[in-house]
C-alpha cells in the first residue's frame, strides 16, 4: 500500500525558511510528478509546486522565488524548501503525486507568526 508522509513544518518567524520533506513509500516513484499543495482555514486546497518525473518545475505565482521543489529519486522523496515566508503561507502543506493520485496523507502544518 502506498503511502505519504509529509514533515517538516512547524512555528517560524516572517522572513524565516523550513523545508518539508513528503515520503512515498511502496510506489515505483520516478515515473510520477509530484506536487506540493497547501490548505489554509476556510479555504480549498491549492497546488503550491510541481516537479515533472525530468525535474522541470512550476510554482505558483506568490511563493515563485521563495519556494524551491526538489526529489530524489533514490530515496523516494520529494522536497519544499520555503524561504522568506509569509503569514499568509500558513496553512497545512501536502504532497502527492500525478497522475493516479493517492490518497492524502496527514499533511504538516506551517505557522508564519511572530
Known amino acids: 500500500q502506498v503511502q505519504l508522509v509529509e514533515s517538516g513544518g512547524g512555528l517560524v518567524q516572517p522572513g524565516g525558511s523550513l523545508r518539508l520533506s513528503c515520503a512515498a513509500s511502496?510506489?515505483?516513484?520516478?515515473?510520477?510528478?509530484m506536487d506540493w499543495y497547501r490548505q489554509a482555514p476556510g479555504k480549498q486546497r491549492e497546488l503550491v509546486a510541481t516537479?515533472?518525473?525530468?525535474?522541470?518545475?512550476n510554482y505558483e505565482d506568490s511563493v515563485k522565488g521563495r519556494f524551491t521543489i526538489s526529489r530524489d529519486n533514490a530515496k523516494n522523496r520529494v522536497y519544499l524548501q520555503m524561504n522568506s515566508l509569509k503569514p499568509e503561507d500558513t496553512a497545512v502543506y501536502y504532497c502527492?503525486?500525478?497522475?493516479?493520485?493517492?490518497?492524502w496523507g496527514q499533511g504538516t502544518q506551517v505557522t508564519v507568526s511572530s
Open positions: 516537479i515533472t518525473s525530468g525535474g522541470n518545475t
Open positions: 502527492n503525486r500525478r497522475p493516479s493520485s493517492l490518497p
Open positions: 511502496g510506489s515505483i516513484f520516478n515515473i510520477y510528478a
